[in-house]
């Protein structure tokens, strides 16, 4: 066994208000310069959609991710041999027009126009080239399902359900997909990188682009999944989320989580055997691979796991703080929280809570149970398709304890009566309900971001030099 930290994140998509603030302190710090313009680390999509940029879970256009072939894992683009033979030319990137062209506004126009019988009108101009241009996509195009009957029918995530039916008033469902890079626990980013630029920490998981050794052959860029590297085309290098890590070293949440309005993010540590990561991202059914995923993740109470780690020199703080962290409660003990489509086999370490539509029955038995989660607005299939594989198994015990947790606390809190047959029938105590309902509803800040510091004085320097961003890089 071999044990490794990696920190995680669970975000809680029945809270997500779609407001984009998280988006915006990642890029006026991490991706505000010349060549990065069209980049968002953080970007919030609607779904249904085909998000940013345009259908990149559609693997049929894009080969990114790992696929099994017999007993071996493979890039689904092709190994490094393949990529020597083809290294002038990737067909599977993305284009400008994916993402979109970034755009600014002829603000001067305004300011120096001179006096007429009319206000002036104001031009939007490419970022790229200051031409004056027509806007016609952007990173968040498909808002609260904006154009959603031009572009609906290519969400992959309709699969085994008719899209058309969805477009009716009373079928209609819609939720925010927060994204960010899944700093994986086998990230097939690493594995495409002919420079070997693309490394992850040792310590503590954050996939990162050592700046020095990218050559700018993007094969990282078409070998995500989540398409989260992105091409910096002034700079000639690829850039992609570093996970706050100058704020996380200093115990600080990232910024995207930090600023979230909904307070649907948590941070935390988990321990994991890394030994187990091959056997996982082998596992011949694409179903198998979440619950593969899941023996990975070491208990942090487990006094042989404890005494494993304390050997293999895990700082003591940092097993502390993986005892407390609500990452694992989320992921592992509760399963409430899935992972974005993990039949891309990179085992990603940003996890989903499905969203719970809205309820207006009550919930007093079993058969009411799930007769109320098939009767949710969202339906099963499409959050299976996105979170596990097409299995709704594991989706339905994440919505059945949501709502059984939410009759309970009804329950207690409006009619002062303690109802647990919901909660039975679920598979949860009480005295888990409780440490839920505290996780979900009102936690304050330290009990969502359990984030051990790294050791003084590393943890502080590059926050106390006022670095932004890749300045000087
Ligand atoms: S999500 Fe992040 S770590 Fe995973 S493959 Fe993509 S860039 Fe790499
Ligand atoms: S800030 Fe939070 S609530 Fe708002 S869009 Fe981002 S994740 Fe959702």
Redesign the pocket.
């Known amino acids: 066994m071999k044990i490794k930290v990696q920190y995680a994140m669970v ?1 809680n998509l029945d ?9 915006i302190p990642c890029k006026n710090v991490w991706t505000n310069r010349e060549g990065a313009e069209y980049m968002w680390f953080n970007n ?1 999509e609607s779904k249904p959609g085909i998000g940013y940029p345009k259908k990149w879970e559609n693997q049929q256009i894009y080969r990114g991710g790992w696929t099994q072939k017999g007993k071996k894992l493979k890039l689904a683009a092709g190994g490094r041999i393949h990529k020597g033979i083809n290294i002038f030319h990737n067909p599977d990137l993305p284009v400008i027009d994916d993402y979109y062209e970034p755009w600014d506004y002829d603000y001067g126009h305004l300011i120096h126009s001179p006096e007429k019988s009319h206000q002036p009108g104001i031009r939007s101009r490419s970022s790229l080239t200051g031409e004056p241009m027509d806007v016609k996509w952007g990173p968040n195009w498909e808002d609260d399902l904006a154009g959603l009957t031009e572009t609906g029918a290519g969400d992959v995530n309709f699969k085994g359900l008719d899209f058309e039916t969805y477009l009716q008033f009373e079928t209609l469902f819609m939720f ?1 997909l ?1 994204r960010l890079c899944e700093h994986c626990l086998n990230p097939a980013c690493v594995a495409s990188c002919p420079s070997g630029a693309l490394y992850k920490r040792d310590e503590d998981g954050i996939v990162l682009v050592d700046q020095e050794r990218c050559r700018g052959w993007r094969y990282c860029v078409s070998g995500c999944p989540y398409k989260k590297v992105y091409f910096n085309w002034k700079r000639g290098r690829a850039e992609k989320c570093i996970l706050c890590y100058p704020r996380v070293e200093a115990g600080q949440p990232t910024l ?1 989580a930090h ?4 307070r ?2 948590y941070m935390g540590v988990l321990l994991y055997d890394a030994d187990r990561i091959a056997k996982a991202a082998k596992t011949p059914r694409d179903k198998d691979v979440y619950p593969a995923h899941l023996e990975i993740l070491l208990d942090p109470n487990d006094p042989e796991t404890v005494r494993a780690a304390e050997a293999q020199g895990i700082a003591p703080n940092v097993i502390a703080t993986a005892r407390h962290s609500p990452v694992y409660a989320l992921i592992k003990q509760w399963r409430l929280a899935l992972p974005l489509h993990p039949e891309y086999r990179t085992l990603p370490m940003v996890w989903y809570i499905p969203p719970l539509s809205p309820i207006s029955r009550r919930v007093a038995d079993t058969a009411e149970l799930s007769q109320t989660v098939d009767n949710l607005r969202i339906p099963i299939t499409y959050l299976a398709n996105l979170l596990t594989a097409g299995d709704e198994g594991p989706v339905r015990l994440a919505l059945e304890r949501l709502a059984a947790l939410r009759h309970f606390m009804r329950m207690e809190r409006v009619e002062q009566r303690t109802d647990t047959q919901g909660l039975d029938a679920a598979g949860l105590s009480d005295q888990d309900a409780h440490k839920i309902y505290h996780l979900l509803a009102p936690a304050p800040l330290a009990d969502r971001f359990v984030i051990p510091t790294a050791p003084e004085p590393e943890a502080n320097t590059f926050l106390s030099q006022g670095n932004c961003g890749l300045e000087g890089a």
Not at 15 to 23: M, Q
Not at 259 to 262: F, I, N, R, T
């Open positions: 975000l809270k997500c208000i779609g407001c984009h603030t998280c988006s919030v925010w927060p995207c600023s979230c309005v909904g649907i993010r």
